[in-house]
Every structure is written in structure tokens, then in C-alpha cells.
């Protein structure tokens, strides 16, 4: 069965500064990857989806890049925004369209 | 506006009364599916649907019935509610193959 793992759980980054968030996940077999921006009492909001052939996803200052063989995505925040304070989960997507999600990492960027 | 909708938002209720959440997607997305997100635990897939009439059970369908006789609408069925189920849920829809996914704003379940 697929595992997601994301690290950190939290964090807490001063505005401006760049950061990375993990995802590794256990079974390399994934059709794509996907990851999504959780707001406090709302849905999710899809920011990046990786098919398993790319290497990387750009989105504005979003950039998420996949590494299937190790079973590892990152994705990277430029210059952070306190409107990016929000948790950040990853999911991956296997065969037969079954999806698997990380528990997130909580991001606070203070002004 | 591309949207997918859930109904009721909040809802609380008592063991054994069945209840229905309902789900409407306007994007014309074949796939659509159900998760619930317990602390702790992240999202889990509950039920998911590759078009209409076609169903499949995903991480945790135990206790859920699902149905899908329209393309844009994708019901959960809780036949029996008990307390283990309370939490929050979320429907989501996506196109084929599949792309980014679409959610709703999520139906946060008490049941007691």
C-alpha cells in the first residue's frame, strides 16, 4: 500500500525567505503527482500536478519537481508571502486512478 | 464558475439515522470521489467514480454506499452512521485522464 510521508509538519519562515517542502512516498508506480493548498475551514485548491514523466512544475514563484525513482517531490516556495501561510499537501496517484495523500506541512510566514 | 459544490456544509446527527451529503460538479469531469480528513490521519480516499454507473471503493469504504447516475452529481450514503464517522468530508472532481483536481469546500459530520 502507498505511504506518503511529508516533512516538515510544520513551519514557521520570516516573509521573503525561500523554502522547500518534502513529499516522499513508498510505491514509485504513480501515474502523476499533485500538490494542493489547504486553507483553514475551506477545500483544497490544486497549485501543481507532475505526470510521472516530468521532472518538474512551474508556477509563479511555486516549483515542484518530482524524482520518482527515489520516490521524492519537493516543492519550492520563492520569496514567501504571509498569504502563503496555509498547509501544503502533497498526493499521489497510482494506477486505477486511487489517490494518497501526505498529513501536509503547516506553513506560517510572518511579516 | 467552475466549481464543485457540497451540501449540507455542516450537519449533525445521531447514530443509525441515514444520511446523504450531496456533491455537483459543473465542469463536466468524468471522475469524481469522496475522501475524509481525520487529524492525524491526512485525507483518505473513501469511494471514487470513473463515470456514470461506474463506482469503486478506495481506502475506507466501510459504512459508505455511493451512487452515480448523473455525470455532474456523486452522493454519499452514510446507510448507518456511528461515531467513528464523524469527521470532515470533502467531494472532489477531475477530467480524464486525470488532471488537477477540483474540490469542494468540505462537510464537517458529527455524529452522535
Known amino acids: 500500500k502507498q505511504e506518503v510521508t511529508q516533512i516538515p509538519a510544520a513551519l514557521s519562515v520570516p516573509e521573503g525567505e525561500n523554502l522547500v517542502l518534502n513529499c516522499s512516498f513508498t510505491d514509485s508506480a504513480i501515474y502523476n503527482l499533485q500538490w494542493f493548498r489547504q486553507d483553514p475551514g475551506k477545500g483544497l485548491t490544486s497549485l501543481l500536478l507532475?505526470?510521472?514523466?516530468?521532472r518538474e512544475q512551474t508556477s509563479g514563484r511555486l516549483n515542484a519537481s518530482l524524482d520518482k525513482s527515489s520516490g521524492r517531490s519537493t516543492l519550492y516556495i520563492a520569496a514567501s508571502q504571509p498569504g502563503d501561510s496555509a498547509t501544503y499537501l502533497c498526493a499521489v496517484i497510482m494506477r486505477f486512478n486511487k489517490f494518497y495523500f501526505g498529513s501536509g506541512t503547516k506553513l506560517n510566514v510572518k511579516p | 464558475e467552475a466549481q464543485v459544490t457540497q451540501n449540507p456544509r455542516y450537519l449533525i446527527t445521531v447514530t443509525g439515522k441515514k444520511l446523504t451529503v450531496t456533491c455537483s460538479q459543473n465542469?463536466?469531469?468524468?471522475?469524481m470521489s469522496w475522501y475524509r480528513q481525520d487529524p492525524g490521519l491526512g485525507l483518505r480516499q473513501i469511494y471514487y467514480s470513473m463515470n456514470v454507473e461506474v463506482t469503486d471503493k478506495g481506502d475506507v469504504p466501510e459504512g459508505y454506499k455511493v451512487s452515480r447516475k448523473e455525470k455532474r452529481n456523486f452522493p454519499l450514503i452514510l446507510e448507518s452512521p456511528s461515531p467513528n464517522q464523524t469527521s470532515l468530508y470533502f467531494c472532489?472532481?477531475?477530467?480524464?485522464?486525470?488532471?488537477?483536481?477540483?474540490f469542494g469546500p468540505g462537510t464537517r459530520l458529527t455524529v452522535l
Open positions: 465542469m463536466n469531469h468524468e471522475y
Open positions: 472532489a472532481s477531475s477530467p480524464l485522464p486525470l488532471g488537477r483536481g477540483f
Open positions: 507532475i505526470q510521472s514523466s516530468q
